[in-house]
């Protein structure tokens, strides 16, 4: 895992590692997960897939401040089981700025590790904002 370094000033979302740019969207983020986000409040998302890569489960987590990578042992159940392999987080930063806070980064280690020792792989976290989002894992954070 390769450790987050502050960041100089504010650079724009091209200039930011791991940032892709809305154009540049797939699938996923474009058709699943990015209608899911409110433009004046965080919002969580967890996506399950089983081992064929077949979406499982899907948990918003739409908590008001609360929702900020609080994960609730009830959201972990309702979200493992059915074959579960692989969980995919997302969420939003109302504020555009897509660098990760330490609180994003320290709830991705936390629950990549949960994760692990169920056998199941956090393939990355997304940080949503306007103009594309974020990837822990093309940062290298994961």
């Known amino acids: 895992m390769t450790k987050f370094e502050p960041v100089d000033g504010a ?4 200039e930011t590692a791991g940032f892709t740019a809305r154009a540049d969207e797939d699938e996923v983020a474009r058709q699943l997960l990015r209608p ?3 433009r004046d409040r ?20 739409d908590e008001g ?3 900020r990578c609080a994960i609730t042992p009830p959201r972990w159940h309702n979200l493992l089981g059915r074959g579960v392999r692989h969980v995919l987080m997302a969420h939003n930063h109302p504020s555009a700025d897509p ?13 990549a590790a949960f ?19 974020f990837s822990f894992r093309r940062a290298q954070l994961l």
């Open 11 to 14: 650079p724009g979302p091209a």
């Open 36 to 38: 899911c986000f409110a």
């Open 42 to 61: 965080e919002i969580l998302l967890l996506a399950a897939f089983d081992a064929f890569e077949r979406l499982a489960a899907f948990e918003r987590i």
């Open 65 to 67: 401040a609360t929702a």
């Open 99 to 111: 660098r990760p806070s330490r609180a994003d980064i320290d709830c991705t280690r936390e629950a």
């Open 115 to 133: 994760l692990a020792v169920l056998d199941v792989d956090l393939v990355d976290h997304l940080i949503f904002v306007e103009s594309g989002h």
